[in-house]
């Protein structure tokens, strides 16, 4: 079920038309709106504001996954126990629950510009806090302080993708968040890449050095985005037309879109969007959205809670598996997360506009059951055949995640929503979806010491769950303007439709 609150019809035949007019009239957001659904004039910043926006996601990938392989070394350096190693993997998330809760409502109260800007500093001091760590608790506040920072920039992030893109065709709103996914994996390997060649050029003696000085490299990102931000990156002109600025809207379609739009003010003033507000986490569950909610939370729950026990277990498990060095394990991680979790990524972007996010996230949800189950089943391989069939597995585990609920996880959480309530719903979903992460980092390496490979059995529940509840909820956001249900006249309550 969808809402609707213009015709379909009328939002493709406007969005494909060949190109926006260089010369536009704005009177109200609406219009700014209609502007950015149409698609930015040739030679704008809008995909360079998309790029920026995708760095930040970038570190926000290579920060969670920076710890994955030099979680033994810290516990063998600062003497953890399991549950304590638990503890220092959790902390990131932990953070991040409550950045994500924080984040989504200034994203919608003081814009997404200011809060962008603001994570990025928080990315800078903990990276080199937690590289410079002396010791576990130090350790564990630095990557604390980093989760902040990274449930600040999603839905920041997330606004930002959705509110320089078009509605429909290619490129669309649903592709442009979808390339989050193939910026997470690409950081991922880039962290196994600067790993890899880190245990090239170090001394055996000195591989101790080599957790910290990967963690402190993601400052270097971070500092770059910082640097071009103020040539590049503006304010989202849907997000200052809705709080009534509709000149500042104006530079900006100029700045960023390429669109010189002259402003005139109606007579009668336009229904102002909606306020943002602590009280729009509630406006979630009304009956206009509270489908949609339920459906984006678990998609990406589940999603988080498996993904975070494959990814940071992939060093472990292969290690298992093989049972070669470290040398090998790096390898095979990198080249899991480039040949399978990567393209995938990129499957999901290109076919956003023509299949959908739900079809995809269906087929995705299912091969990631059937890998799990099969993992399940082979346990410790033996043989030569089963040790392939286990890392095609989980490669095939990583597929499934690129071009399903991976890409279209914050398809749902972002484009569920309309830009007066986008920060709030992206905030609200990710607090649970890295509670759900918190739950997964702690509870992995625990019940990994105590199941073996049957805690595959555990982590297919996941992906089981997310499938069940798409086929109870078809909510199809790829290609819906979504952004005009602040405009209609009766935005709580508008007319429900079925979109799958």
């Known amino acids: 079920m969808s809402t609707l609150a213009v015709p379909a019809s009328e939002v493709i035949q406007a969005a494909g038309q060949a190109q926006n007019p260089q010369h536009a009239v704005i009177r109200s957001a609406q219009d700014v709106s209609r502007i950015i659904n149409a698609g930015a004039a040739q030679g704008s910043n809008a995909r360079i504001v998309i790029a920026i926006a995708l760095g930040g996601v970038f570190l926000d990938a290579y920060d969670l996954t920076s710890l994955a392989y030099g979680i033994k070394d810290i516990a063998r350096e600062f003497s953890l126990s399991p549950v304590q190693v638990g503890f220092v993997s959790a902390a990131i998330t932990f953070g991040a629950i409550l950045g994500a809760l924080f984040g989504g409502y200034l994203t919608d109260r003081i814009g997404r510009y200011r809060v962008f800007m603001a994570d990025m500093l928080f990315f800078v001091v903990a990276a080199i806090a937690a590289g410079l760590a002396p010791n576990a608790w130090v350790l564990g506040g630095a990557r604390f302080l980093m989760g902040f920072g990274v449930g600040l920039d999603l839905p920041v992030a997330m606004a930002f993708l959705a509110e320089f893109s078009r509605v429909a065709g290619k490129g669309n709103k649903a592709a442009s968040v979808a390339a989050w996914c193939p910026a997470w994996y690409a950081a991922t390997s880039t962290c196994y890449l600067l790993i890899l060649g880190l245990y090239a050029i170090l001394p055996e003696h000195q591989l101790g050095w080599l957790w910290r000085i990967t963690l402190a490299f993601g400052a270097v990102p971070a500092l770059v985005i910082i640097a071009v931000r103020s040539r590049y990156i503006s304010e989202s002109p849907v997000w200052a037309a809705n709080q009534g600025d509709l000149e500042g809207a104006a530079r900006i379609l100029k700045r960023s879109y390429g669109v010189d739009a002259v402003v005139e003010r109606s007579e009668a003033p336009a229904r102002a969007p909606r306020a943002a507000s602590w009280r729009n986490y509630g406006v979630l569950f009304n009956a206009t959205y509270r489908r949609r909610t339920i459906l984006a939370a678990t998609i990406g ?29 790096i390898v095979s991680a990198l080249t899991l997360n480039l040949l399978f979790a990567f393209v995938g990524g990129l499957i999901g972007v290109r076919t956003a506009p023509t299949v959908g996010a739900w079809k995809m996230t269906v087929l995705g949800h299912t091969l990631q059951f059937v890998s799990l189950i099969g993992l399940a089943l082979i346990g410790h391989p033996g043989s030569g055949f089963f040790v392939v069939l286990a890392i095609l597995l989980l490669g095939g585990y990583l597929f499934g995640q690129g071009f399903g609920p991976g890409s279209h996880s914050m398809t749902y959480a972002s484009l569920s929503y309309p830009t007066s309530l986008r920060g709030i719903g992206v905030g609200f979903n990710q607090t649970l979806v890295r509670s759900a992460s918190t739950v997964s980092l702690f509870l992995f390496p625990v019940l990994a010491a105590a199941l073996g490979t049957k805690v595959f059995w555990v982590i297919a529940v996941a992906p089981l769950t997310s499938l069940l509840m798409l086929l109870a909820i078809r909510w199809e956001p790829s290609g819906y303007d979504i952004d005009s249900e602040d405009y209609a006249d009766e935005p709580d309550a508008v007319v429900q439709r079925s979109s799958v």
């Open 301 to 329: 729950a589940a999603s988080s809670f498996g993904y975070n026990a494959i990814i940071f277990g992939l060093p472990v498990i292969i290690a298992s598996f093989l049972q070669q060095g470290p040398l090998t394990t």
